[in-house]
């Protein structure tokens, strides 16, 4: 049964097109992101201390899986709709199902090969990573392999949004369209991100997938990020299993789907509470130096944080990008509130008299400060615990600058532009000449 269904994916020439497409879109962020890495690395060679701020995670990996998030966003969804759709429109879905005999190892079926095919553009951003490594380029295991874990989990996502509108809509052409405005939504939300006047879409932000995926793009392997993820999958996975119940109709059918609905809330926020992250990165760049970290783990009262900061300050978006997340990582359990996102008609222009304020509690005692430093905040929180701040030295990262010129960067456009591309395509007409139509 599964050889069908990949036959079905991996026989069909709209993948690997896709995948050649998709190749192309990675390829050129990838080529990108060289480019800007080895234009600042010109002057930082001679610099030890500018150096040290040329982080291929940041400056190759991440731009390379932007490229990922965009190809996927686009044709996994197609792949997924299309595994199932394709039975409808040949009219074999329920001979199908029947002939299998459960809904359950039908999709399972379906959802392995289509995985298979949205895949294949995270097989090339592997390529393109390694290709990196060829040219003299560093990459840490350890960060680099947590990144394209966390867009394994995003593909495995999409795929499932397409089953789910593959199985509910009535052919193919329904089921893309669906499933291209449920992947387009997530993105809606994300716009809204930084917007003050938008600050009661503040909670939806996190039921959008690009922020699970920043802790892993950090190189930190984050419970709560993938549980949610996880959660999300598994949710999208029951409503393509109620969809496939043709068997059900009117009022049975529309359970089901309102029960799908409440099994993906609650999977996705329910496996979103888990606590707990790990650094991954190298050194572990992105926690508090270690004896700071070590300390703070071992203080029995949770800290808690009061940031007066609206949305779209950019103090705000400093402050969770790099003190809260190193906070976070000691003390998973750490509380942050933001008072302005509670306004119900919230304005860019209103200020009052605590606003840039951050007011820091453990236990019953509290302080307030105005400064975003992660060395003040975590110094405020031992005081407040009564302790000395600990030793807050720690590995200094060296920094790999890398000027990639010449044949080394003939050698990456080759790759991104022209070997990835033609190698899907390649594959894609050896596996699809002359193969007989599946039914």
């Not at 998709?22 to 480019?35: K, P, Q, R, S, T």
């Not at 299309?82 to 009219?91: G, Q």
């Amino acid at each position: 049964m599964l050889r069908r269904e990949l036959a079905i994916v991996l026989a069909a020439r709209i993948t690997w097109l896709s995948a050649a497409a998709a190749a192309l879109l990675v390829g050129h962020g990838f080529v990108l992101a060289v480019d800007l890495f080895t234009a600042g690395s010109r002057s930082a060679l001679s610099n030890a201390l500018m150096s040290r701020e040329f982080d291929p995670l940041l400056g190759i990996v991440r731009p390379t899986l932007g490229g990922l998030y965009l190809a996927t966003s686009l044709f996994g969804p197609l792949i997924g709709a299309r595994a199932i759709a394709i039975e409808k429109d040949r009219r074999t879905f329920a001979a199908r199902l029947l002939a299998v005999g459960s809904a359950g190892r039908f999709l399972a079926s379906k959802g392995v090969a289509a995985l298979a095919g949205t895949a294949l553009p995270w097989l090339g951003a592997v390529a393109l990573l390694e290709s990196w490594r060829l040219v003299g380029g560093h990459l840490a295991v350890g960060e680099t392999a947590v990144a394209l874990f966390g867009h394994l989990l995003y593909a495995a996502f999409v795929t499932a949004v397409g089953l789910a509108a593959g199985a509910l809509a009535r052919g193919f052409a329904q089921a893309a369209t669906g499933a291209l405005l449920a992947i387009a939504f997530t993105w809606a939300i994300d716009a809204a991100e930084g917007f003050s006047a938008l600050a009661w879409l503040g909670g939806a932000a996190a039921w959008s997938p690009s922020t699970h995926l920043r802790p892993f793009e950090q190189g930190t392997f984050d419970l709560a990020a993938t549980g949610w993820l996880v959660g999300a999958t598994l949710g999208a996975l029951v409503f393509a299993w109620a969809g496939c119940r043709f068997d059900w109709h009117g009022r049975r059918r529309a359970g089901a789907l309102v029960g799908s609905s409440l099994v993906f809330v609650l999977a996705a926020g329910g496996l979103r509470s888990l606590t707990g992250a790990w650094d991954l990165s190298e050194l572990r760049r992105h926690s508090l130096p270690p004896a700071a970290a070590a300390e703070l783990r071992r203080l029995p009262e949770r800290p808690r944080l009061v940031v007066n900061l609206d949305r779209e300050d950019s103090r705000r978006r400093q402050l969770e990008s790099d003190a809260l997340a190193r906070l976070r990582l000691a003390r998973p359990d750490l509380a942050v509130r933001f008072p302005p996102d509670e306004r119900r008609a919230p304005e860019a222009i209103e200020r009052d008299d605590g606003y840039g304020r951050l007011t820091v509690f453990v236990g019953e005692r509290s302080r307030e400060t105005t400064s975003i430093s992660r060395r003040e905040l975590t110094t405020i929180i031992f005081e407040l615990a009564g302790r000395p701040l600990p030793d807050w030295s720690a590995p200094e990262y060296p920094g790999y600058p890398l000027v990639v010129e010449g044949g080394r960067r003939r050698m990456v456009l080759a790759v991104s532009y022209l070997a990835l591309p033609l190698l899907f395509l390649f594959l894609g007409v050896a596996l699809t000449t002359g193969r007989r139509r599946l039914t």
